[in-house]
């Protein structure tokens, strides 16, 4: 919660004017004590008010806003990798949850893009289906990055199982498709 200097003037000029308050105060007779209470209610009341609305909600004009402040967000810039000559956008996905998440839920995939799921250690995968709509094409690839197995996966089908061939370290997820489109086979090289 970041404020920015004219908020804390404002308010700085209100904790001023209590201040000033309780300094008339002494002068003051006894009939304006109810006038000082008044004002003094009223500027606490001004002085909560700011710190709620510059504070506490982070959506205040001095508070920085994670979205929808009329600022245009790009995208993060994605790495890319290169499959014997074929440069290819990947979203890398390398802890549990984001690998059990992958692709789920998405309707599209950008055509020169996919995922690449980094694994821990050199195994059997396993992939599935589950909330995925895009038909898609996945590559499994050992540690030296060659591609050992490819296979087509078919949306929304839990019932099936995608198994590597191979021990691999990693695995590509893209459009189906893409691997034939660009020419590329079972012993294809990658370069991360």
Same mark, same amino acid.
């Given at each position: 919660m970041?404020?920015?200097?004219?908020d804390?003037?404002i308010i700085? @000029?209100y904790i001023?004017?209590?201040?000033k308050?309780?300094?008339? /105060?002494?002068?003051?007779?006894? /009939? &304006?004590?109810?006038?000082?209470?008044?004002?003094?209610k009223l500027?606490? %009341?001004?002085?909560? +008010?700011? @710190?709620?609305?510059? %504070? &506490?909600?982070g959506?205040?004009p +001095? &508070?920085r *806003?994670?979205a929808?402040?009329?600022?245009?967000?790009?995208?993060? #810039?994605?790495?890319s990798?290169t499959i014997?000559g074929?440069?290819?956008?990947?979203?890398?996905?390398?802890?549990?949850?984001?690998?059990?998440?992958g692709?789920?839920? !998405?309707?599209?995939?950008?055509?020169?893009?996919?995922?690449?799921?980094?694994?821990? *250690?050199? !195994?059997?995968?396993s992939?599935w289906?589950?909330? #995925?709509?895009?038909?898609?094409?996945?590559?499994?690839?050992?540690?030296?990055?060659?591609?050992?197995?490819?296979? !087509?996966?078919e949306?929304l089908?839990?019932s099936k *199982?995608y198994? *590597? %061939?191979a021990?691999?370290?990693? =695995?590509?997820?893209v459009? %189906? +498709?893409?691997? =034939?489109?660009?020419?590329?086979?079972? +012993?294809?090289?990658v370069?991360f």
């Amino acid at each position: 919660m970041l404020l920015r200097i004219n908020d804390v003037g404002i308010i700085l @000029f209100y904790i001023v004017s209590i201040v000033k308050v309780v300094n008339v /105060r002494t002068i003051l007779t006894k /009939r &304006c004590e109810i006038m000082y209470s008044d004002l003094l209610k009223l500027n606490i %009341a001004v002085l909560l +008010g700011l @710190f709620v609305i510059f %504070a &506490c909600n982070g959506n205040g004009p +001095g &508070c920085r *806003s994670s979205a929808s402040d009329g600022e245009n967000h790009k995208p993060p #810039t994605l790495p890319s990798i290169t499959i014997d000559g074929v440069k290819l956008k990947v979203e890398i996905v390398q802890d549990v949850e984001s690998r059990q998440h992958g692709l789920m839920n !998405r309707e599209e995939l950008p055509e020169n893009q996919g995922m690449l799921f980094v694994f821990e *250690s050199t !195994r059997i995968l396993s992939f599935w289906m589950r909330n #995925t709509f895009i038909p898609l094409d996945i590559a499994f690839i050992d540690d030296a990055g060659k591609i050992v197995d490819i296979q !087509r996966m078919e949306p929304l089908d839990e019932s099936k *199982s995608y198994t *590597s %061939a191979a021990p691999a370290l990693y =695995a590509l997820e893209v459009n %189906a +498709g893409w691997f =034939a489109k660009n020419t590329i086979k079972v +012993g294809g090289m990658v370069s991360f």
